[in-house]
């Protein structure tokens, strides 16, 4: 079975453009999420999930931050307008919500602001 | 809420030596607890989880990690680290109740000398 996927695994823009992460989540997984990876800060929600329905979004750092689940299998993180302090690696995870906790997580998606 | 500390951010050890690194966790309630491995360049491998039953549990390549509810621990050890085992480690908590996403200790890095 393939695991969770994310594209693109790396992104480089300039300040002040959209930026758009894509995650297909394992199929039957009901809970979906977005987590951010810096060495300052480590490994940070920002938004879950369940059911494609948001349930917890008080990670997400600011308006320029949204997320959407339109189906089952497929979630966008956009940032608009994109900043230099918005650099990270992004994780998408899923998990299956009967099963026993463990998040499978994507390979990331490297973001470089310029 | 719940939290994680992790003691040390940098583990050196020699191969074949014992690895320890250190997980203290907070919860008001049972809580599951979870080691995942990061190589470089990608994304959180679990490595292995409590969630109820038996303290001491068994994960993959040789590590283990017992649960300790009186001393709110949940150390991860090896007997003989290996030159594959450098990499960085995250500790992790969530519970049953509520929120469903982990929570994350801020990582501790291993490296392994010849």
């Known amino acids: 079975d393939a695991g969770v996927i994310q594209s693109p695994r790396h992104e480089v823009t300039e300040m002040g453009q959209e930026v758009t992460l894509r995650c297909k989540p394992i199929?039957?997984?009901?809970?979906l999420f977005w987590y951010r990876q810096t060495m300052m800060r480590g490994l940070e929600l920002l938004i879950y999930f369940n059911n494609n329905v948001p349930i917890d979004d008080s990670g997400m750092p600011e308006d320029r931050f949204s997320a959407k689940m339109p189906n089952a299998s497929f979630s966008t993180l956009k940032i608009q307008p994109s900043e230099p302090r918005d650099s990270a690696v992004y994780f998408c995870a899923s998990l299956r919500g009967g099963g026993t906790g463990e998040l499978f997580f994507g390979e990331g998606s490297r973001l470089t602001v310029l | 809420a719940q939290s994680v500390t992790q003691l040390g951010s940098h583990v050196s050890v020699s191969e074949g030596a014992l690895v320890l690194l250190r997980c203290n966790y907070s919860s008001s309630v049972p809580p599951y607890l979870f080691w995942y491995v990061q190589y470089p360049n990608q994304g959180l491998q679990l490595l292995l989880k409590?969630?109820?039953?038996?303290?001491l549990v068994k994960g993959i390549n040789g590590f283990e990690a017992e649960f300790k509810k009186s001393e709110t621990s949940f150390h991860l050890t090896k007997p003989s680290a290996h030159m594959s085992d450098a990499a960085e480690y995250f500790c992790a908590v969530t519970t049953y109740t509520g929120r469903r996403a982990l929570t994350f200790g801020s990582g501790t890095r291993l490296q392994v000398q010849p």
């Open positions: 409590y969630t109820t039953g038996a303290t």
């Open positions: 199929s039957g997984h009901d809970y």
